[in-house]
């Protein structure tokens, strides 16, 4: 197992599907905060490594680097995830700015858009979510979803529509682990997709290093992996180039559940 610098085969990237039907490959590459020809660069390096999934915003303000790094890849449309966001700030201007996403990605819909936050005060916002399900309805989007939503405003969601977001993007990490909120999530039919997977863990931490040692990974990898062993998606990013491959190289290994646990036990 390399701990950089190899290339991983698209094809070893597991996906799990949507409610919909849609398929979502488990690892995804993260934007945030890169802008202009770094953004382009570092997304052409992650295709380029395998990834087939990219995860940016709006609010990112690089989703046309995102569309010029996807089209000069030479990957057609259909081979790449792609993932936007509303920002809760855009509520009432939700075609308008989807279809301005649409325009700067280069492209006639995105497998999958997020409310990017729930509107402050802890309301859900249910007529962002009608109009979410409208868009999502007219082809403009596979799937749709929340993000840094909890249980009860995607309850609120759900009693409105019937409808589930198909995914929830969470702040996550072994310090954040949640088995509650897991379950909860799950039992909805909701996919759990972490972010921030790397930036807030303790990579020296010694558990991380011992299992890291016992199969010739980074600890980086061994918490990607275990996001991985609970079926939980995750959007790692990277403007290195090894540490770009790296993050995607995790399928020449597996966690036993005991490791697993250890990691579940780093939670505070
Ligand atoms: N929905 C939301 O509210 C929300 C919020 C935050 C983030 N996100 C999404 O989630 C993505 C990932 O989260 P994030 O960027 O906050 O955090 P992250 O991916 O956990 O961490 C990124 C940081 O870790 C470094 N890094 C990357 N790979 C590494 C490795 N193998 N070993 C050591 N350090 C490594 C990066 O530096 P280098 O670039 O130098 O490698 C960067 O400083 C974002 O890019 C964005 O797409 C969503």
Redesign the pocket.
């Known amino acids: 197992m390399a701990d950089?610098g190899r290339m991983t085969d698209a094809r070893e990237v597991p996906s799990v599907t949507l409610a919909g039907g849609v398929a979502m490959p488990m690892v995804?590459?993260?934007?945030?905060?890169?802008r202009g020809h770094s953004a382009a660069v570092?997304v052409g390096r992650a295709l380029q490594a395998g990834y087939r999934h990219v995860?940016?915003?709006t609010m990112?303000a690089n989703e046309a680097e995102i569309g010029r790094a996807l089209h000069d890849s030479g990957l057609s449309r259909q081979e790449v995830f792609l993932t936007t966001?509303l920002r809760a700030r855009d509520a009432g201007h939700e075609r308008a700015v989807l279809k301005a996403s649409l325009r700067a990605l280069g492209t006639d819909y995105v497998d999958l858009w997020?409310v990017?936050?729930p509107p402050p005060r802890g309301k859900a916002n249910v007529s962002v979510w009608r109009e979410l399900l409208t868009l999502r309805d007219e082809g403009l989007a596979r799937a749709v979803g929340v993000?840094?939503y909890s249980i009860q405003q995607i309850d609120e969601l759900i009693e409105a529509t019937g409808e589930a977001p198909a995914v929830n993007?969470?702040?996550w990490?072994p310090r954040r682990y949640n088995a509650d909120l897991l379950h909860g999530l799950r039992r909805r039919g909701v996919v759990v997709e972490g972010?921030?997977?790397?930036?807030?863990?303790n990579?020296s931490d010694p558990v991380l290093n011992e299992i890291a040692s016992v199969y010739g990974v980074?600890?980086?990898?061994v918490v990607?992996r275990w996001h991985l062993e609970h079926e939980i998606a995750v959007?790692?990013?990277?403007?290195?180039s090894g540490?770009?491959a790296?993050?995607l190289d995790l399928f020449g290994f597996s966690l036993k559940p005991a490791e697993v646990a250890r990691i579940d036990g780093l939670a505070g």
């Open positions: 950089n995804g590459f993260g934007t945030w905060p890169l570092a995860d940016t915003a990112y966001k997020l990017h936050w993000s840094n993007q969470i702040h990490n972010y921030s997977p790397l930036k807030d863990t990579l980074t600890p980086a990898q990607l959007i790692p990013k990277s403007a290195n540490r770009i790296a993050n």
